[in-house]
């Protein structure tokens, strides 16, 4: 995954910094815009890894705005089609080229629109102890990533950086958001996961969940925002490697976070098994390496990269 340097965090004199996540640092652009640098950060298990991914933050924002062209026409965007760069001082160019995206600022909703076509991660481990994911009573007898009757809206609360997400039902996202607006941010993430899901199959990847995030402009209306089906919010596999894994009770090969979070849960700290709150255990060069290759395998399936 070629990048030149790596960048572990942007530091951008010429705007002011309105928040730092776990992979991005968003700039105000006067009251009505943000600049959006991803960085080459990677976080695992809602934690931080203290070494960067070569590459990555341009491969999420190339994926995104890929994503974010080919599924205009169900929803709005938070893009506003101006250059990045036309924003910054000349000496911050080499932060944000290729890596940044102009946007509209939005009033974000405060959950996750997490859509699961298959069962694996959180929600297998729910399925098992209780047949059913966030409220959503599924078949019995599924077995780890099998693909669902049909997807399902699972919807998740936003924590704040070094918390852990939680998975919650429709009705606890509604008490949250309004019936409506859940009913209708339910409809359009299921349209956005299907179309997508359907497009990567035939380029030899399966999408087995991903999660979209919502705002509101300055008219109410829904508006998609932040990243899309990128290998950090969505979970991808080759679809050879799904089909020699079914029934097996085991995970397909990945294109995501699941190598180095595989990593991470026999890693060791002081001689004990790593307890998955920061620090994060030093990531070795080999597993750096190959979290990129997953990444740009992905980029090279879907985009034709």
């Given at each position: 995954?070629?990048g030149?340097?790596?960048?572990l965090?942007s ?9 730092r996540?776990?992979v ?14 991803a960085?080459?950060?990677i ?6 890894m203290?070494?960067p991914?070569?590459g990555?933050?341009?491969?999420l924002?190339?994926m995104a ?8 026409h ?5 893009l506003t089609?101006e250059d990045?760069?036309?924003v910054v001082?000349p ?11 102009l946007?509209?600022r939005?009033?974000?909703?405060p959950i996750?629109?997490?859509v ?5 991660g959180?929600?297998w481990?729910?399925?098992e102890?209780?047949g059913?994911?966030?409220g959503v ?6 077995r780890l990533?099998d ?6 809206f ?7 950086a ?11 996202a509604?008490a949250l ?9 339910r409809?359009?993430?299921i ?12 380029r030899?990847?399966v999408?087995?969940d991903?999660k979209?995030?919502f ?23 080759p ?12 995970n397909?090969?990945s ?13 060791q700290?002081?001689g004990k ?7 994060a ?5 080999e597993v750096?390496?190959?979290?990129a290759e997953?990444?740009a395998?992905?980029?090279?399936l879907l985009?034709?990269e």
């Amino acid at each position: 995954m070629a990048g030149g340097d790596a960048l572990l965090e942007s530091r951008l004199h010429s705007l002011p910094c309105v928040g730092r996540g776990k992979v991005r640092e968003n700039y105000a652009v006067g009251s009505d815009r943000l600049l959006m640098v991803a960085s080459d950060r990677i976080s695992a298990f809602d934690v931080v890894m203290g070494e960067p991914i070569p590459g990555k933050g341009a491969l999420l924002t190339r994926m995104a705005l890929f994503w974010f062209a080919r599924l205009a026409h169900i929803v709005p965007n938070h893009l506003t089609g101006e250059d990045p760069l036309s924003v910054v001082a000349p000496d911050e160019v080499g932060q944000v080229r290729g890596r940044a995206m102009l946007v509209k600022r939005l009033r974000p909703l405060p959950i996750e629109a997490v859509v699961r076509g298959y069962l694996a991660g959180s929600g297998w481990k729910e399925y098992e102890a209780g047949g059913e994911v966030c409220g959503v009573a599924l078949p019995p007898g599924l077995r780890l990533a099998d693909a669902l009757p049909q997807p399902i809206f699972t919807p998740a609360t936003k924590a704040e950086a070094g918390a852990h997400d939680e998975n919650i039902s429709f009705e606890q996202a509604a008490a949250l958001i309004g019936e409506a607006r859940a009913a209708q941010v339910r409809e359009i993430a299921i349209r956005l996961y299907t179309e997508a899901a359907a497009f990567a199959l035939t380029r030899g990847i399966v999408i087995a969940d991903t999660k979209f995030e919502f705002g509101l402009d300055d008219e109410d209306r829904l508006t998609l925002m932040d990243e899309v089906l990128t290998p950090d919010s969505s979970r991808f596999w080759p679809i050879e490697g799904w089909r020699a894994a079914q029934g097996k009770g085991q995970n397909p090969p990945s294109f995501d976070k699941q190598y180095l979070r595989d990593w991470l849960e026999q890693a060791q700290v002081d001689g004990k098994p790593w307890n998955k709150t920061a620090p994060a255990p030093a990531l070795p060069e080999e597993v750096i390496a190959a979290t990129a290759e997953r990444y740009a395998s992905a980029a090279r399936l879907l985009m034709g990269e």
